[in-house]
């Protein structure tokens, strides 16, 4: 496994920066000795949130601004070893009620992204944060690779174009670019205000507060990723050669039903209850049914697999938020 020597003394830039899965790849970045700059629209109801980088403003830069602002990124990525690009609007139902801003944010700030990289940096690893949703409801499980994309939503559909104008950039223009299809992450940093970014966001919320918190049937079969897996599969994908043009899931390394990790929860919180409630109507429509990736692929490739178990990941995060949680309401 690589020890990551290669981020010593690079020009690292993250879009998304301040927000879930950025924050926590900009920190460990920072860690390996990485010159990191982060971008972040600092939009209200999607991820960023300037505490996820507390304590660390004076290490790195932070540039609050907008990836569909084609004249700053023509700027920002000049000079770049690696590019993580991972901003974007993750709600599926906020995709359904708005689906320009969707659009806009998920496929044309993509290939805006990528219009500056061929321009003016050329040289640049990309690595672009795709996702599980654009397969729709699966045909079989676990879900590999080959599986047929049917997103059930706008937000899969502008996702499954971002995520290929990537790859026709990498055969095309010769720019180094690959994708993960991240599935369930959770963990520190996450949004848990609301739903907008994972369920298990306002379970937190709830459980910490008090509250009781909704599970919607509760029979679906999921696999959750821990966000320190995530980061390792981003930084494994972006020094590897042979993860360039290629797609990878990522996965769990177990699947859980949303019964049990509702449970789970409440156990290794010590306290807290939750109901069963049925689909909101609106949720019912976009529900994909059981989901668990078959990451067979990336480990054989560069060597990945999950490591953190989903009682360590839950026990971490909640542990996080019992002293942070003033912070991400």
């Known amino acids: ?12 830039l993250i879009t998304g920066g301040l927000g879930f ?12 000795g990485a010159d990191v700059t982060v971008i972040d629209s600092l939009i209200p109801e999607y991820g960023g949130n300037l505490f996820n980088l507390s304590g660390y403003e004076k290490k790195l830069k932070i540039n609050i601004a907008d990836v569909r602002d084609p004249h700053s990124m023509k700027y ?5 070893d690696y590019l993580f690009n991972l901003a974007g609007q993750t709600s599926h139902i906020d995709s359904m009620t708005d689906p320009a801003t969707d659009l806009d944010i998920n496929c044309r700030a993509q ?6 990289c061929r321009q003016f940096n050329q040289s640049v690893r990309v690595v672009f944060a795709s996702t599980r949703q654009i397969y729709g409801k699966p045909d079989y499980l676990p879900v590999d690779e080959k599986h047929p994309l049917r997103p059930v939503d706008v937000n899969g559909i502008n996702k499954m174009a971002g995520e290929w104008y990537h790859i026709l950039y990498n055969n095309v223009y010769s720019i180094k670019c690959s994708s993960l299809r991240l599935t369930n992450t959770i963990g520190p940093r996450m949004r848990i205000k609301d739903a907008r970014q994972t369920f298990v966001g306002i379970w937190v919320r709830r459980i910490l507060e008090g509250m009781e918190f909704e599970v919607w049937e509760g029979s679906q079969l999921r696999d959750f990723t821990y966000v320190d897996d995530v980061v390792k599969a981003f930084l494994l994908v972006a020094e590897n050669s042979m993860a360039e043009g290629k797609i990878f899931n990522l996965g769990g390394n177990r699947r859980i039903s949303l019964n049990e990790l509702a449970e789970t929860l409440v156990n290794i919180n010590g306290k807290g209850s939750y109901k069963k409630c049925s689909f909101p109507a609106e949720r019912k429509k976009i529900d994909i049914g059981d989901y668990y990736s078959d990451y067979s692929l990336i480990k054989n490739t560069i060597g ?11 026990q971490k995060t909640l542990e996080y938020y019992s002293r942070n949680i003033k912070s991400y309401i």
Request: aromatic fraction near 6%; glycine fraction near 6%.
């Open 1 to 12: 496994m690589s020890d990551f020597s290669s981020f010593s003394g690079s020009n690292v």
């Open 304 to 314: 990945w697999e999950p490591e953190t178990t989903i009682e360590c990941a839950l």
């Open 76 to 80: 920002l990525v000049q000079g770049r």
């Open 111 to 116: 290939l805006s992204i990528l219009e500056a």
């Open 21 to 32: 899965i950025g924050s926590n790849l900009a920190i460990r970045l920072l860690e390996l």
